[in-house]
């Protein structure tokens, strides 16, 4: 049995001695203590000793071989703070890349050419041209207003016409202490288009070869190289009109065919009654022109008449006047 024991314990201490590897002081305490037990022959170390350095010695080398784990938790912050990172610089990319797509230009730039460029100053200058003659003309017209107009009158005392006109609208008593010679015209009434006792002055021919016009646009001319009213042959008669104006006549276009027109002579006593048989427009220039022979013959041969003349149609900027003239004849009432 003695034998047998020595034996066994030689074949032990016969094994090669392990080397155990540590890595932190405690294992290494204890992996120095193994060695020493397991250097030390097996039959002076007891058994629950050399289990232990067994057990020591397994754990060691599995920590060797084994690659230290990196912390889960070290990896869970690094790799979400990096990944956060990223994805907010792509956010902010996107956000400034969005922000410069859907940003507009709030004022464009405008290329002229050259030709744009003149014309536009062209363009200015005529309309500061004109502003300025529009603001000139309204000045004048204020400091003008309520002043004296010059009358233009013949050797006789028949005013021949000129471009200057009163708006001044007469009184009644004005209308009433106005007198004429006996055998001439001093008041016109045409009830039906609401005139009354309309003062009749004489109108002579301008230096343009046209008839001419009263001064007053209240007023209405007899052309003294007409006939006399209710003598042989035709009375003309001309005065202010247009629809947009103020003169007698503007409402002259509403007579119909058979008013009366009467005109009161300068005797005070006598009255000429004229039924309305005709009423003619026509075009400024060549038609009116021609039709001018026609205006001075009597409707109804051998019979005093009467012929009104005035404007009427769209007033024409540019020749200042109307662009119709208006002619109504009527014959004397018997």
């Known amino acids: 049995m003695g034998n047998e024991k020595t034996t066994k314990s030689n074949k032990d201490s016969s094994k090669p001695t392990k080397r155990i590897l540590v890595e932190d002081k405690d294992t290494e305490k204890s992996a120095s203590k193994a060695s020493r037990a397991l250097v030390k022959p097996k039959s002076r170390v ?3 000793i050399i289990r232990e350095a067994e057990v020591i010695a397994d754990d060691t080398k599995i920590k060797k071989t084994t690659p230290p784990k990196t912390s889960t938790a070290k990896t869970e ?9 990223a994805a907010n610089s792509k956010t902010n990319q996107k956000r400034t890349t969005s922000k410069f797509k859907m940003k507009l230009p709030t ?5 002229l050419k050259p030709a744009q460029i003149v014309a536009i100053a062209i363009i200015l200058i005529f309309a500061i041209f004109f502003g300025r003659v529009a603001i000139w003309e309204h000045n004048y017209l204020l400091a003008m ?3 004296e107009r010059d009358v233009v009158e013949t050797s006789d005392g028949v005013y021949e016409g000129d471009d200057d006109v ?7 008593t004005q209308i009433a202490e106005y007198h004429v010679a006996a055998d001439k015209p001093r008041y016109l009434t045409i009830r039906s288009v609401g005139i009354y006792n309309a003062r009749v002055v004489e109108v002579g021919i301008k230096a343009n070869g046209e008839m001419g016009t009263p001064i007053n646009v209240y007023d209405v001319g007899w052309y003294t190289g007409s006939a006399l009213p209710g003598q042989a042959g035709t009375s003309i008669i001309n005065a202010h009109g247009g629809d947009l ?12 065919i058979g008013d009366q027109i009467i005109i009161e002579m300068g005797d005070e006593t006598t009255k000429y009654i004229y039924n309305v ?11 009116a022109n ?3 022979p026609t205006a001075f013959a009597s409707p109804e041969p051998g019979k005093s008449s009467l012929t009104l003349i005035t404007c009427t149609g769209d007033w024409l900027q540019t020749q200042n006047t109307y662009s119709q003239r208006l002619f109504v004849r009527a014959v004397l009432q018997e």
């Open 166 to 172: 009163d708006t001044t609208e007469p009184s009644e």
């Open 77 to 85: 912050k690094t790799i979400p703070k990096k990944t956060k990172a």
């Open 46 to 48: 007891p058994a629950r």
């Open 107 to 111: 004022i464009r730039k405008i290329h």
């Open 145 to 147: 207003e309520g002043s």
């Open 245 to 256: 104006g103020i003169g007698i006549f503007r409402y002259l276009p509403r007579i119909n």
């Open 277 to 287: 048989v005709d009423i003619v427009y026509k075009s400024i220039g060549n038609e």
């Open 290 to 292: 021609e039709y001018m």
